[in-house]
């Protein structure tokens, strides 16, 4: 590299004069390893996989063209670590340290592929040797996570060789900040945080009201169980969150920035810090902004762990050091009276990632890619009980069929699918006759769930609905932060009963009671909290009713779950006296002996399952039974 | 409870508007918890009330107003990990370390806490121990994590 040749950062235009020096000197580093360093292939092993690399390419020593980066996260967790190896992007799964010394003298060297380390269709046994290639990625359409896994979330040289900051360089030498407003509000982008409210009119009322100072919030408190596609961006390319909240500083007339980031994400606000200091070290960032005499800084506030904080109001509370207390009805919208009482756009991770590519290629260009009004794309994180779990991608109005069945690989296990799950605690469970639903924010409202950030959790028939509900009751009336007298004691008669039922102590108007409750927290809430959480109640009475029923009447958990109506019996007539479940049982519920059929002492027994699972199947000897049957 | 490190927080931060939960934070990395003293003399520099500091600590899961143990052990129980049997990881790892969710080891070496969601769903079920994720979890490789914890399952032989 030669650093006395590379431009300057002074004017929008040297933006795209750095872009193309670094494209330029980009051959002599094309043969890369690029291995997934995000939050799930690390904790798979990506970081060790990664210096395996660096070692064995030293000790190998065979070209010095060979670069080994990390990237961030590719969005297919299940899979990890992954390594996209040499010049023709070798796509490798579950990568181990001991794989390493084999891709390197086979794949850098030779040209080869190593059969064994792509990843195979379960359905046909075909491998897939590129990204592009298997059907995971295929079906998506990838806008927000565009780089992410391709791009090294630490370089910003590598964001901007990947077009990044071009939008801003747009933003700032061509548009004003109306016209600005003008092409998001076009667009129709839609809060991405699971409200939809259109993300050009927030701009637009914070940009007409009146303030000393304003502010542009980045809400990347992901407190939604089941979702993690927020932390993935920050991870993976935090550069287009901060270029995102640069164009809406500009837009709206903010100077200030604040990223409010959870304290379980620590990689994320690594990431972000040094994203922060590079683009302030290349001025894009800080005072006069490529010479433009615009301002713009940004600081990260670590949240403390509250899931109400995911509220407006609640957020602003709790930047300012308060109590996250979503402020009282009638209150204010946080873009007129937000953070020190001064306008305050609020926007979620996923839509300021979404920013620069609209600003860049235009409204028209994002709103084509969904449906009507529900433009662009959605990122979902797809987990549970379906084969291919990790980050999906896909336009607005695809339906749920094609991202559980097409992208997921559909069920593990091959077993039946029962229901799958949207928005987290605030969104409910649409059982399998709606699944040509399309993705859009109100299909799925009218279904009785919600868009919600992006979680979706796909269940199988091993999973109850009641379980599911307590669940989820639980989750809210411990977040319930408890200024509403509804919520604070609504939530936590709802998971009483909730209790009741999966316990076997369910009476018969238990279900009655949990629709009047259901409807008086929802109305009786201020915020988004309170009013939500009866929709995981609601939606599984509404369509799995029978379960429930089951549960009060017959004490029976048809999905054996419920702990406190089934029980594990060993057959006697089947058992080996192998000792495995008795070895493998946590609690050494497990009785007898070699020689000895093995028996379980019920008192000790904490109905985990494990026995089961570890029975070899020839033998067949453990039972799980619910009912009559597990009671005699 | 050693007050300079405390002192030197509190000039840190001095002046800084809305800067309590951040001083909570840098307060809670150098002790490790919340100590009761701490508060106390927090409320005193911002000149805040007292009920007022400890409403905001009390509000947010991640402060802890108790001393916790060397090692801490987290046990997610977001929604995946939940139907991918959360519940029975919690349960091993409760059993193994003689402790309840919340609670930590007489010899202050385990602390055991419930997580709403790590953000590792594709992984799950998933249990932290300090700063390693351990993913995929299964009751047998719990038993083998904490095969030195104090309560060794009190195997009858």
């Known amino acids: 590299m030669a650093p006395r040749n590379k431009p300057e950062i002074k004017t929008p235009e040297d933006i795209n004069r750095l872009r193309e020096f670094l494209r330029a000197e980009e051959p002599t580093y094309v043969n890369t390893v690029a291995v997934c360093c995000g939050t799930g292939c690390l904790a798979s092993g990506g970081h060790d996989v990664k210096e395996a690399f660096n070692r064995e390419i030293a000790e190998q020593a065979v070209r010095e063209d060979i670069v080994v980066k990390k990237s961030g996260c590719r969005g297919f967790c299940e899979c990890g670590p992954i390594a996209v190896v040499g010049l023709d992007n070798i796509f490798y799964c579950r990568v181990t340290t001991d794989d390493v010394p084999e891709i390197v003298a086979e794949t850098l060297i030779n040209g080869k592929t190593v059969e064994r380390l792509l990843w195979e269709d379960p359905a046909t046994g075909d491998r897939c040797v590129h990204e592009a290639d298997i059907p995971f990625y295929k079906r998506q359409g990838r806008l927000v996570l565009r780089n992410c896994g391709h791009i090294d979330p630490t370089n910003i040289e590598d964001y901007i060789r990947f077009d990044g900051y071009q939008a801003l360089a747009k933003t700032l030498s061509d548009l004003s900040p109306e016209t600005v407003i003008s092409t998001i509000k076009e667009s129709g982008l839609r809060g991405r945080g699971g409200a939809g409210f259109p993300t050009g009119r927030k701009w637009e009322s914070s940009r007409n009201a009146s303030g000393d100072e304003k502010y542009i919030i980045c809400n990347g408190d992901e407190g939604d169980p089941g979702a993690f596609m927020d932390r993935s961006v920050m991870e993976g390319d935090p550069q287009s969150v901060l270029e995102g909240m640069i164009i809406a500083g500009y837009a709206v007339g903010a100077h200030k920035g604040v990223i409010y980031v959870r304290a379980e994400y620590p990689l994320a606000i690594r990431h972000l810090s040094t994203a922060i200091a590079q683009a302030t070290d290349l001025g894009l960032l800080g005072p006069n902004i490529l010479g433009t005499g615009f301002d713009f800084e940004i600081k990260i506030v670590k949240g403390a762990g509250a899931f109400v904080c995911g509220e407006s109001t609640a957020l602003v509370m709790s930047v300012e050091g308060k109590r996250g207390f979503p402020k009282p009805l009638p209150r204010p919208n946080t873009s007129i009276v937000g953070l020190w009482g001064m306008p305050t756009v609020l926007n979620n991770v996923e839509t300021l990632a979404c920013v620069p590519p609209i600003i860049q290629k235009g409204a028209k260009w994002f709103k084509a890619l969904g449906t009507e009004g529900n433009a662009g794309t959605k990122v979902f994180a797809l987990s549970g009980h379906v084969k291919n779990t990790g980050l999906v991608e896909v336009p607005m109005g695809t339906t749920l069929r094609e991202i559980i069945f097409g992208i997921g690989g559909g069920v593990r296990q091959d077993r039946a699918f029962k229901a799958v799950q949207t928005g987290g605690p605030s969104g409910g469970c649409i059982p399998e006759h709606l699944l040509d639903l399309p993705v859009e924010y109100e299909s799925l409202a009218k279904a009785g769930s919600i868009m919600g950030s992006g979680g979706m959790l796909v269940m199988d028939e091993s999973t109850c609905m009641v379980n599911m509900a307590r669940y989820f009751l639980d989750f809210a009336q411990n977040e319930s932060c408890g200024q509403c007298t509804l919520c604070r004691l609504g939530t936590r008669q709802m998971f009483e009963i909730l209790k009741d039922i999966t316990e076997g102590r369910g009476r018969p108007d238990d279900i009655t009671v949990l629709l009047e409750l259901a409807e008086a927290v929802g109305k009786g809430s201020i915020c988004g909290l309170g009013q939500t959480v009866p929709n995981p109640v609601l939606s599984t009475i509404r369509y799995f009713r029978e379960e429930y029923e089951e549960h009060i009447h017959e004490k029976r958990c048809r999905a054996l779950v419920c702990r406190e109506l089934i029980s594990y019996r060993i057959k006697e007539y089947r058992c080996k006296a192998c000792m495995l479940c008795l070895k493998a049982c946590p609690v050494n519920a497990v009785i007898g002996a070699k020689w000895q059929a093995h028996e379980i002492d019920q008192s000790k027994c904490i109905k985990c399952g494990t026995c089961m699972t570890v029975c070899p199947p020839k033998f067949n000897a453990i039972e799980c039974v619910s009912g009559v049957e597990a009671s005699k | ?157």
């Open chain 2, 1 to 157: 409870m050693p007050e300079a490190p405390l002192r030197k927080i509190l000039e840190v931060f001095q002046g800084r508007k809305g800067a309590l939960i951040a001083i909570l934070q840098r307060v809670q990395e150098e002790y490790g918890y919340l100590p009761q003293e701490a508060l106390a003399e927090i409320a005193a520099s911002l000149k805040l009330p007292a009920s007022h500091v400890f409403s905001v600590a009390t509000f947010y899961a991640r402060f802890y107003l108790k001393r916790r143990g060397d090692h801490v052990v987290r046990v997610c129980q977001g929604t995946a990990c939940h139907v991918r049997g959360a519940r029975n990881i919690m349960e091993t790892a409760e059993h193994r370390l003689g402790i309840k969710t919340g609670e930590t080891t007489e010899d202050y070496r385990y602390s055991l806490e419930r997580v709403a969601c790590m953000g590792s769903c594709a992984l799950a079920p998933i249990m932290m121990v300090d700063d390693t994720m351990h993913v995929h979890m299964t009751t047998k490789r719990v038993t083998e994590i904490f095969a030195d914890a104090k309560n060794e399952g009190k195997k009858e032989s």
